[in-house]
């Protein structure tokens, strides 16, 4: 079954930087584009930054020159570059795909950006 699995998070300063990482199994990893997505307690889960099968990327206006996706096609792994994190970071970050009309979803990994 399709299964991914997230990390990298923790508790930083606002300022610093986190890498999160997603190793997918269960899927042909190179065939499907990606996306992470964060949800804040109370709101809707909104999406951070998608990657497709060629590389191509999109960014929210709000991490946009900040945080960077990528994957490695070689090891099912995609990854979020987090650079100049700031308190309105903080969040549960999930990896997903989606296949058809179905949507896969990691377990989520807690970032905390507070001084």
């Known amino acids: 079954q399709v299964q991914f699995v997230e990390s990298g998070g923790g508790l930083v300063q606002p300022g610093g930087s986190l890498r999160l990482s997603c190793a997918a199994s269960?899927?042909?990893?190179?065939?499907?584009?990606m996306a992470w997505y964060r949800q804040v307690p109370g709101k809707q889960r909104e999406l951070v930054a998608r990657?497709?099968?060629?590389?191509?990327?999109t960014y929210a206006d709000s991490v946009k020159g900040r945080f960077t996706i990528s994957r490695d096609n070689a090891k099912n792994t995609m990854y979020l570059q987090m650079n100049s994190l700031k308190p309105e970071d903080t969040a549960v970050y999930y990896c997903?795909?989606?296949?058809?009309?179905?949507?896969?979803w990691g377990q989520g990994t807690q970032v905390t950006v507070s001084s």
């Open positions: 997903m795909t989606w296949i058809g009309n179905d949507n896969f």
């Open positions: 269960g899927i042909t990893f190179r065939g499907y584009a």
């Open positions: 990657i497709g099968t060629s590389g191509s990327t």
